[in-house]
Structures are given as C-alpha cells and as structure tokens.
C-alpha cells in the first residue's frame, strides 16, 4: 500500500489550480474553525489551530517530506493501517474501518473503479443513470445532466452531446421533451454503456492534450505516453461563451484551448504539458488581430497559454473527429490562420474607410437626439457640403445611436450604383459598418450574456445597405470642428440640420 501525505507546497498548489482566490480564503478559513481540540469538539486554540492550518509556509525542518511509504507484506499493510486510523482517532477525527480496502489490487473509490494504472465507471454508477426514465421536467432534465455529467470524463465531446438537453432546461421557455431531446437521452446513455477505461494521471510524465473545436463546442482529449501507445486520461468538452462562438474558427479555437487547458490543469497539477490543434493559434497569440478580441481577453489567453516553461505547442495537426487524436490519413490542415482572419475581418471586403479618388458623390451623414421639457426629440439628416439630400423627424424617444445607423443606412439606399464616400463622425456606427457588423452576424446579434443587442433592426438594415452603393468608403471625421476645410463644413451642414 502506498500512501502520500500531502506537504504545505502541494496544498497550496492544489487550492491555486481548483479554485479562485476568494474560494481558497473561504476554505482555510472554513478550515480553521473546524480544528479539534483536547476534548473532540472544534477549538480557537491558536496554536493547534495554526499547527493543523498554517497560513504561511513551516520551516523544511518542522515538515515532514518523507511522503512515500509502501509496505512489504499484506501484514505489515494491515498493521500501518490499524495504526492510521488510531492515530485519527486519538486526533479526533472520524474513520470508517469498513470502508478501507486493504491489499487489494482492485479498488472502488467515488464511483471509480481502480486497477493497474487505470480507472473505470462502475456498473452502480451506470446504473444509476441507465435506470432514469423518460424526462417530464425541467429540473428532471438538470438532475440527469448532472448525473451524466459526473461521468463526463468518458465520454469524448460531452457538452456537444447534450448540447439540445441544456438548451431544453432555459427557463423562458416552456419544457418541451423534442424528438431531438429523446435521441439525446438516449445516446448519452448507451456512451456510457460503452465508456472505455481512463488511464490515472501520472504527474511524473509529461501531459499531451488534443484540442478541436465545431460550432462553439470545446473538445478534448488529456493523453499520456504508455511505451509507444497514448493513453487517454480524461476526455473534456465546455461550451463557449457567446462573444468567443462568434469569433472566426481561427480564434474560436484560442477561446477553445484555453478553455480545455484551464480544465486540463485539474488533472495535470501544472506538470508539462503539450498542446495539439488544428490551428497554428501560438502565432495568432504572438501577433493578435486588431479588431477581434478585447485587451482583457488577449490578457488572459496569453497569460495562460505563452507559458513555454509548461504549455509547448506542437505542429498543428489534423484530428480524427471520433478520437480527437492525429490521424496520419486526413494530413495537415490546407489553410492559412492569418489569412483566414483577413479575409473575415470586414462586412465587405471592399468597403473602405479612406475617401475615394473616384467618387460619384461625397456625402455626410448625421443624427441628433435631445430633450426639450422633458420630451426627448430626434432627426437624422444627409447633406452634402452645401446642399441637404435628405432629412427627417424621427420619433420621440428615439436614442442617438440609433438615429446615426438610421442616417447612415438611408445614405447607402440613396447611393445605389454609385460610386459613394459617407462621412459620419458617430464611432458608433462607423464601428458597427466596418468592424462589429461581422463579429454581430457571426454571433447572432448577441450580448455576451446571450440577449439581443440594441438597435437590432436598424443594424440588420445597414448591413443589407452596405451592398447598395457600387464603391462605398465609409470615413470617420471628427464632429463639431470650427476649422472651414471642406470635412468640416459638410459635417457641420450634417449636424446643424439634423
């Protein structure tokens, strides 16, 4: 029998990997009140309270890092065991002898069942879910996911799976057990009939993990070297957020790894570990796109990922959609990652933000909202730099943003087959053209937290617009200058007659 008895280090390596830190505060501090004392009952001895938990790292010389022990006969297992649970009793602590399994070469631990280096569902495990029937509820369908998802790590691709069960437990809609729903249920439950052994993690090797991602599902698969064989250690799936499913594949896939990693590290206890996908994202993360992806988020995929001490990326690779690992007949990928942002970075790749040289009409565009005792007035307008080509009252309460979107989309209806530069000095919807139009149509106009963005319909209406004009540039120019070059004045004509 081999025990390890944990060191202050591997703790605190522990609560850092499992948990935030407001999480680790709460546990030592949970911790700490819950210390015995002489009599059995939790003590505020400081002493034996900053002996069991202490706050900071002991001396070498006060910790015992002697953490290997093995018997050499079943008798001297049973006696070191005798011995373990007096000790915990003289200490206070609660030990259950008929749960301890000794000299066995095959244990159940947690619903696991445990032999050779390698760990298996339990038939009790399967059939607690297996013996589940046909879901009529809401909180039915949670408490099954649940179960399930307690065995998630065997089955490849999980959140994929059960993707139409999650999406079945939203509560602004009323239950409704789909077709869909039933094959679901039904599939999740015959993955885990046929759930294979997982290999234990061995933090003395180094950690492989396999990445791919399809329709804003993170897969993945934790593999260790066994001789000239990959062991899987575990199988992991997550969901993306809905900024991340709405990104280019190219970085789709960042969102993903990171995703997988951060999952990963529970397993792994921050032992190396190698990372495979499809995409070449070590380069993407060196050189990151301009437009995609906020500072926060750069920060924090970086951080987590360009770690070479720990995280090595790997040669890109195609991955067996089944295995999620290499498979040596569908070659390496055909695209280029850099390329694929480019292409994808705007609404049309034609649109400009620069005047044009040719230009059938120069225009400027512009939309005021304000409030007169009490009542809030808007008017949108476009003009030229000296004449108006049209304005109009919008009604009231209309904001001012979309007031600009609905200026701007009515100039590119009145361009078409033109070749037209628009002026705007609305950031608002000079971003909405060129950059959050596409990340909006990938997304679905979603907020982060999943909800309709604002001015949905007028958004929808300038992204058709955009294809009116025969060349369009749509140019940002600062508003309310007092300078007379032509910009200038035509924004000012804009503004003053909005």
């Not at 079943?74 to 206070?92: F, K, N, S, V």
């Not at 993955?191 to 061995?202: C, F, T």
């Not at 001490?309 to 280029?336: C, E, K, Q, W, Y």
Request: glycine share 6%; hydrophobic share 40%; net charge negative.
């Amino acid at each position: 029998m081999f025990t390890h008895q944990p060191t202050y280090d591997d703790c605190q390596q522990l609560l850092h990997i499992l948990f935030t830190t407001e999480e680790q505060d709460r546990i030592q501090l949970e911790a700490r009140k819950l210390v015995p004392g002489d009599d059995g009952r939790p003590t505020s001895n400081p002493d034996l309270i900053n002996a069991a938990f202490p706050l900071t790292r002991p001396p070498q010389d006060e910790w015992d890092y002697n953490t290997a022990e093995a018997a050499e006969t079943p008798e001297a297992c049973i006696q070191g065991t005798e011995g373990l649970l007096r000790t915990l009793g003289t200490l206070g602590y609660r030990a259950s002898a008929k749960k301890a399994q000794i000299c066995k070469s095959e244990v159940t631990y947690l619903g696991y069942l445990l032999r050779g280096g390698q760990r298996w569902l339990t038939d009790a495990r399967k059939e607690t879910v297996l013996r589940i029937p046909r879901l009529q509820t809401t909180r039915q369908v949670r408490e099954f996911l649940g179960s399930a998802g307690f065995c998630r790590r065997w089955i490849p691709g999980f959140a994929e799976l059960a993707k139409p069960l999650y999406q079945a437990t939203k509560d602004q809609q009323p239950f409704s057990w789909t077709e869909e729903a039933e094959q679901t249920f039904q599939r999740i439950k015959t993955a885990l009939l046929s759930a294979l052994a997982l290999g234990l993690p061995d933090v003395s090797k180094p950690f492989h993990l396999y990445v791919d991602e399809n329709r804003g599902i993170a897969k993945a698969v934790l593999t260790q070297h066994l001789g000239p064989w990959r062991r899987p250690v575990a199988y992991l799936s997550k969901k993306l957020d809905p900024v991340a499913a709405g990104w280019p594949p190219c970085l789709r896939m960042i969102a993903a790894t990171a995703l997988m990693v951060k999952d990963a590290d529970k397993l792994t206890m921050g032992q190396e570990l190698q990372v495979t996908t499809p995409h070449a994202i070590e380069g993407i993360l060196k050189q990151p796109p301009d437009w995609w992806l906020s500072n926060a988020r750069l920060t924090h995929y970086q951080g987590l990922l360009l770690n070479p001490l720990r995280v090595i990326f790997t040669p890109p690779t195609a991955l067996n959609p089944a295995s999620l690992l290499p498979d040596p007949d569908m070659g390496t990928p055909l695209h280029d990652c850099a390329d694929i942002l480019a292409q994808v970075y705007g609404v049309w790749e034609d649109l400009q933000d620069q005047p044009l040289l040719d230009a059938d009409a120069i225009w400027f565009t512009d939309g005021s909202s304000f409030v007169h005792q009490g009542q809030r007035y808007a008017g949108v307008a476009v003009t030229s730099e000296t004449e108006v080509i049209w304005a109009e009252a919008l009604p009231p309460g209309t904001s001012a943003q979309k007031a600009e979107l609905i200026a701007l989309t009515q100039a590119l209806k009145l361009g078409r087959d033109r070749k037209l530069t628009v002026y705007t000095d609305s950031r608002y919807a000079f971003a909405t053209a060129h950059v959050h139009g596409v990340i909006y149509r990938e997304r679905g106009l979603l907020t982060a937290e999943g909800k309709d963005i604002k001015n949905k319909e007028e958004i929808l209406a300038l992204l058709a617009a955009l294809w009116e004009p025969k060349k369009l540039a749509i140019v940002h120019c600062p508003g309310h200058q007092k300078t007379t070059d032509p910009v200038s004045r035509g924004n000012n004509s804009a503004d003053q007659t909005a």
